[in-house]
């Protein structure tokens, strides 16, 4: 298919704003702009968007809800805080092809009648934030943000909140409280953000890629844009790809092309001529799935039928070369570290696990030691604060489910048996 | 460093105390006490807040750090592809353990969650270099220029 | 009308609760842990995870609301094996060392573990380790038992508005701490203690002393330092106070201390106390028997009243004391000794000013409830730091602060920094000219209010600074108060509150002033008062012109009145306020005095001068429970009760009555009362009491205003203003514009009220001096540089022939100009610096220094 959100990232001096422009950049907007904010809205809607965060929420309901709250200012917030191990899809267009996000902001802050908007930036992409910046400020001196954007009547402010290294601020509220100048802990829900959120006002929050959607829903219209990949969630994904394939790296693909073309058409296949072992679909917090479901379609709605979740479309591959409880354990200390801390199963929960884990790859494995992985992370599951301990038990879980071999393997001969 | 917001700028002070902090560690190589205490002086916001702020994000320094901060990944998809083996050479070749920082005060060496190079593994950061694709030959080469 | 099913019991609502309160109001016990009623929700523990029909995943109790029609279960076999885990997994990092810590006993964690909790854990690896710290000399930070909960960072940061401590680090390394890693920079209000449901925070006063099982019975009573009034309970085991912890459903303060109420019980343990009466032989004071002493004092006053009649006695009462001892002290002062010479030293500032205000407005004025000021949408603070001088009205400020009001300083107020919309600070002294800019402005564009004739008239002969004048003198920009009196203007809830140092450099004039403010901003007034019973003493009749209830000496019809009533005879004229009587003392007309609970040659100002009145005395008797600078002078020292060894009553600043409860017997004091009524028995009364009940009795007899409130009408809301309804007094006074006193000095001395200390009492307590132990001189860093000091070198600071040696302590949150020293210590009287003269119109005193010297040591 023809490539739309990575389309200008190679070419020569992409960031720049008059290089966007010769490629057909912020017509979209300047066509936005015309459109009444409830005819966008409703564009979305029947375009199919879903957020490409991970959590796959439709993303013209998020602004439905938004738009019928009535109390201003509102804010629009980018969530550039891609942390979900395995994930690197939002880093070609925040380096490459930033102009594209700022168009996607900009008639998304029409549409949502939000005038100021922020873009959450990981503070682990130092250079993302020069080179948005820089973009923010040529789109101000072309008119873009600002007052009375492209000459219509809407005002749009942009600016980059860097963050400070916390996986959490990538859940929305986090990243709320963290944009407050807070430690970045979930809040409760209700009331939700599109009410209530940032600095108490009504406060929309989207991922890099959905926003970057916009541009061409706008330019070829809700109906085109859904008849792209899997009509049930529509449109082209972001798919990055890691471990033992031979050409690793970020793929536009139409939403729902399988695991197994992904490995082995656009990746060129099991690095070295080896075997596939296991492949994490959706990044470290999407239960891992063994080769024999690599015929699923990776979107949000197939991915659940075979055992596991889109996520972030973050594909993870393992050969056989790879220890699965090394990797788990390895895994499970993310998540510890990660833990902001806030609610007793994930902060008490993902270390003991990593204890366990630890202990079985260094061949201190004890006899019951799999029974208490799965007790105690089913002691976490459904039961956290958010669901950054739903994916530390459903990471672990789903690696028993598949592998207890494997770790029945390590406590019996009390050492790693991979490596 | 992190500018000012446009326009209106954050509708509360409090949303300028990351950027503060990281100006502050930009300046000074770390948050001591005393720097917590000037930010928090600057925006008004409580001390202790401040520092809650402070230890609650992986990316702020709460010690005195070396020159260069060198941040690697050891995350799974680095470490499926080596990171671990140029944790311990840096150990061997610079006596650097995780935490900690060479007499000389050269380099700090700082454990990371993905940095978002997975493709490109395993990688790091130096200060805020991006360096992929690393071996245990390119990484010592890299590490040359940085003094 | 909601209905929720919660194990199949329908629970009816007025409104929507949560799940939790839901329950409770159904008798259905849901366990919780971070859950703390008052604090922010939070819904962290887990612990309170219910099942909601139709909801896929468990929810907390603590935080979701009901909606009509929801079926709730809280007891199913997966409820019960998810508590359990959360257990497990607060244990898992926890150190069990229950027998060794004191919280056990009183431990949520464990009597959740007790009722819900496995039988073992299933944790094999080694516990996070982090050393207890010892930093501070209070609190005890013990992190391997805290359980994250952060319902001392809630109370911390929500309630008490100190945003001391902080949760640093990150998930299963997260501690709670203060700014420094170590000891507290913070309020000490010690409500982080109440709200610790494990062994994490604890006191360090009593570490390891007792457990809380020791403890026999619980004595609910009053806190004794200032005149919020504040109900905590008194923990005791035989006739020591283990504890004094506050109660949430109790009193006005609903749970909340300041660290003086908190700590500063320990005072009654003090090996200081003096435990037996003392006379003075050979001018030294030596221990006699009461017979002795009491003999003594009988004998001697009836001496000096037999020369000349009790015109020649003075009576200085006490608002540390009770209602029933200061009304016995009247009456002892009036109907045995004929004189009508009795004041206290609430003649600097709560009497005075009550009495204008009510002159003006009518009587209650003051009385406005304290929880009233969280609902206002302005509040203006002037004369003092509300957040130290009553610390929990304090709170209500920062509590309408954080809904949104409008918080306008006219004086330093540090506590309320992060609070105030408007810090309109002037220079030091040039107070009343920022006032009258203030009143000036609030006039402008509108007419009098033409509530008030007198007020309205005195308004429109108002000579108000000129704006250039305005930002001269004062240093604040005219802009600034305008804004802050739009926002005035524009509320319609406005509070003011009142401290101190309205009076001090401003007199009446800054008094007017204010009360000009109250009346065109139509707001509640509020009195700073600095001790517990302020209001209960004038109420009893501790005035030189007026008895019990308010009523005039000095008419006749009044007075021939209460003689019929009450069964004696007081003298007709009206007897000499508190300054009047040093005067008298200096020319001999005063030539007795007796001082009750009180240490007036520290406590007033041109401390020497009074000190040199009061050795010119001929006899002079000190009651009190320590060894004051007034009680080394004196002839005859009578050790008293303090307020935990008490029963009585106090009436705050809201005018609410309370009652205080005898939680022990005193070490070698007797209550106030007792010894006066045996003196005055010695010296032919027939004054008789067999309990402060009975005292209580006769002054409800003896005050109008108090009707019949019996004691146990007092536990109820019948103790508030206007009691059982009666009739008030409105306004009638004439009002005079008094005058402008023109440019303050350079340098002003005010009294530090320290949130730790209160005057020269608090000194005795060894908690307190371990949060403050040391006197200092505060000062702004422009003072500081222009006279060469840095912060900790010593100054000299002199007045006149008094001179006190002190070190800096550099604060940019006050004034300019200002140099703030805590009375507190021994040794160190500020009193001494500041003179007095009186004012115009009233009594008061009005500082008037010019010549202080402040100088590098």
Known sequence: MDTFLLKNINTPGSADISVYKKSGGYKSLKKALKMKPEDIIDEVKRAGLRGRGGAGFPTGMKWDFASRDKNFPKYLLCNADEGEPGTFKDRPILEKDPHLLIEGMAISAHALQAEQGYIYLRAEYPAAKKILEDAIDQAYEDGILGEGIMGSKTNFDLAVHRGAGAYICGEETALIESIEGKRGQPRLKPPFPVNVGAWGKPTIVNNVETLSNLPLIIEIGADAYSKIGNPDCPGPKLYSVSGFVNKPGVYELPMGTSLKDIIYDHCGGIKNGGNLKAVIPGGISTPILPPDKIDCQMDFVSLPKCGSMLGSGAVMVFDESVCLVKVAARAMYFFEHESCGKCTPCREGTGWLRNILERIENGLGRRGDVELILEVASNISGKTFCPLGDGAAGMVLSFIKHFSDEFDEHIENKKCSVN | MSRKVRKEGYPSTRSELLGALHTKQYDEGWLSQDGLKAVSDDLNVPAAAVKGVATFYHMYHNEPMGRNVIQICTNVACMIMGAESLVDLLKKEYGLEPGGTTDDKRFTLVIMECIGACGTAPAMLVNDDFHENLDEKNIIEILNGYK | MITVTINEKDIELEKPVTILEAARQGGITIPTLCYF?????????????????????????????????????????????????????????????????????????????????????????????????????????????????????????????????????????????????????????????????????????????????????????????????????????????????????????????????????????????????????????????????????????????????????????????????????????????????????????????????????????????????????????????????????????????????????????????????????????????????????????????????????????????????????????????????????????????????????????????????????????????????????????????????????????????YEQEMGYAVPEKAGMGLFEMVEAMEKGSIKAAYVMGDNPVFNMPSSHRVRNAFKALEFLVVQDAFMTETAQMADVVLPAAIWSEKDGTFVNLERRIQRLHKAKNSVGGLEDWKIIVKIAGLMGSKMSFGSAKEIWEEICKASHLYGSLSYEDLESDKALWPYKGEPLRSGEAAVEVPEDHGTAPEVVVYADRSLFHSGSFSRYSAALNSIQSEPYAMMHSDLAGRIGVKDGDKVRITSGNSSLELVSMINDEIRDGSLRVPNVFEGVCVMSLIDYEPDDSSAINVQRTSGLKVEKA
């Open chain 3, 37 to 561: 009623e008052g604090l922010e929700k939070f819904g962290g523990c887990r612990l309170c995870l219910v099942e909601v029909e139709k909801l896929p995943k468990l929810q907390t109790a603590c935080t979701v609301m009901v909606t009509d029609g929801m079926v709730v279960r809280t007891e199913t076999d997966t409820i019960v094996k998810a508590r359990r885990a959360m257990l497990e997994f607060l244990l898992i990092n926890h150190p069990l060392d229950c027998p060794y810590c004191d919280k056990a006993g009183e431990c949520d964690l464990q009597d959740l573990v007790a009722l819900y909790g496995p039988d073992s854990g299933r944790f094999a690896e080694g516990k996070r380790q982090h050393p207890e710290s010892f930093d501070d000399p209070i609190i005890v930070r013990n992190m391997e038992r805290c359980v994250n909960c952060k319902r001392c960072v809630r109370m911390c940061e929500g309630v008490q508005g100190d945003s001391a401590i902080t949760v640093t680090g990150r998930g299963s390394h997260s501690f709670i701490e203060p700014f420094s890693g170590g000891r507290y920079d913070c309020e000490y209000c010690g409500n982080c203690l109440t709200v610790c449901p494990v062994g994490a925070i604890m006191s360090r006063l009593h570490r390891h002393s007792y457990r809380p099982w020791f403890v026999e019975k619980e004595i609910e009573s009053l806190c004794g330092f200032c005149g919020v009034g504040c109900s905590m309970v008194l923990q005791m085991r035989e006739n020591t106070i283990l504890r004094t912890i506050p109660r949430m459903d109790l009193g006005i303060n609903k749970g909340l201390l300041c660290a003086k109420g908190r700590f500063g019980y320990d005072l009654v343990e003090s090996s200081k106390r003096l435990t037996a009466p003392l006379v003075r032989k050979n001018g030294k004071l030596v221990p006699v028997s009461w017979d002795e002493a009491l003999g003594t004092v009988a004998e001697k006053l009836g001496d000096i009243k037999g020369m000349n009649g009790g015109g020649l006695i003075a009576g200085i009462a006490s608002a540390r004391c009770t209602n029933e001892a200061n009304y016995v002290f009247q009456r002892f002062f009036r109907e045995t000794l004929l004189s009508n010479n009795i004041d206290s030293i609430a003649r600097s500032f709560y009497i005075p000013a009550q009495n204008y205000l009510e002159g003006i407005f009518g009587q209650g004025v003051t009385a406005n409830l304290i929880s009233g000021i969280g609902n206002s949408d302005a509040v203006v603070i002037a004369g003092g730091d509300p957040t130290k001088i009553n610390p929990v009205l304090g709170l209500q400020i920062r509590a309408a602060a954080r809904k949104g009001a409008r918080v306008i300083s006219l004086s330093d107020s540090e506590g309320l920094k992060r609070f105030g919309s408007s810090q309109l600070i002037s220079s030091a002294g040039s107070e009343n000219i920022l006032y009258g800019a203030v009143v000036r402005m609030l006039m402008e564009g509108s007419d009098v209010p033409g509530k008030n004739k007198a007020l309205d008239e005195a308004l429109q002969k108002l000579d108000a600074p000129k704006d250039k004048d305005v930002e001269s003198r004062t240093g604040v920009s005219v802009a600034d108060i305008g804004k802050a009196v739009d926002e005035l203007k524009s509320a319609k809830n406005v509070s003011i509150v009142l401290g101190p140092d309205v009076l001090l450099r401003d007199g009446m004039r800054g008094l007017f002033l204010m009360a000009s403010m109250i009346y065109l901003t139509d707001a509640r007034v509020y009195l700073l008062s600095e001790r517990p019973n302020e209001q209960g003493l004038a109420d009893v009749g501790c005035l030189p012109d007026t008895l019990a209830g308010g009523r005039p000496v000095e008419l006749s019809s009044f007075r021939e009145k």
